[in-house]
């Protein structure tokens, strides 16, 4: 096998197995367990998880995903979506350094500007989570209104996409972080192009295979 | 002029502006001032600000460093320096795909993993900072100590540098999320090899001449 991806699907490890069914990538899944979600990662019997003597060997951060890439072990869900799309080329890929430099860029916006504050809709907001917490789900959606104006701009001087007038990487890396806020329905309503560009990411065949496979891992 | 730098030195331009430095790169610093840091950003009369319409013109993200090279727009401060490495070549960029794969990683790992606590070091720990907080600092340096080890690894494995045995783009990005630490002197004294690499990146005559600018600015 020459590309495996360490990580259970309800992790950030959604983000290179969806490139990977863009690509059409032959890869092995190795369900890495984040170690949070367990009641004692350290046991002996725990299923293999970021705690776990086995996996830091892989990764000293603990965390999820890594990729081995045929003896390359790469570290970061969004830097290792950058280089299988880089590797493998095709429209995914960015034709030039200037492209590349855009792609490379709104990852880190994302990382950056948006994840925290979509991480905390995803925690917060829904009333069934356990952390529920209106007071915090509405500082993080008002928090997130400044990126996503940002974000409605580009979209559409961009055509709906991100870089290059098509689907690439860079709309696959921030449709996953923001994916987080989309509890947040009014958010998106206040965003037209924003609600538009992420529904049109997300009924891609590669990104609905991926979640269906998702689907079926305990929740 | 090819190059425009826009942001003061007392920002994370430093990022940019240390590179140009290290790269020879002729350019134009345009100060642009946080908003934060004026009494009144809005103001007619006010200097150029992140949130003066002429710069968020420019970056609609309302933040610095952005750079124009030769009409070429990107925001970002640590992509605008992966993006600069790799146009102008030499020993700080990646050599090929996985160096370059290994660049981005570090540049994720900095701002996801680093870049929150060492900044809130930095706010809090200083006691003559105006945010003191010696609970909310020693809560930061405690979740430094897993990065931190992740990165003393690495860099005993790869001979004092990140990527390719050289100082690289990478170094250059992660000292400067992990300059915001400094202040938790002994976080860096129980990483020696964090702390040699750290003092190695800023003995650098690019650095220091970046630096030296920088303390010509108004705090």
Known sequence: MALRIYGVARSRATRPLWLARELGLDHEQVPVIQSYRLPDAAAPDAPLNTASPAFLAVNPNGQVP?????????????????????????????????????????????????????????????????????????????ALRRPFAALEKALREGGGHLVGGR??????????????????????????????????????????AMMAEREKEPA
């Open 167 to 208: 689907f690439t990487v860079a709309d696959l890396n921030v449709a996953e972080v923001l994916r987080y806020a989309q509890p947040a329905g009014e958010l998106f309503a206040e965003f037209p192009a924003v609600a538009s560009w992420i529904a049109a990411c997300q009924s891609r065949p590669a990104f609905r």
């Open 66 to 142: 890594s990729i081995d890439d045929d003896g390359f072990v790469l570290h970061e869900s969004l830097a290792i979506t950058l280089y299988l799309a880089r590797k493998h080329g095709g429209p995914l890929a960015p034709r030039d350094l200037r492209e590349e430099a855009l792609m490379t860029m709104w990852t880190l916006w994302a990382a950056t500007h948006a994840e925290e504050n979509a991480l905390a809709v995803l925690t917060h907001l829904p009333p069934a989570s356990p952390k529920h917490d209106a007071a915090r789900a509405a500082a993080a959606v008002a």
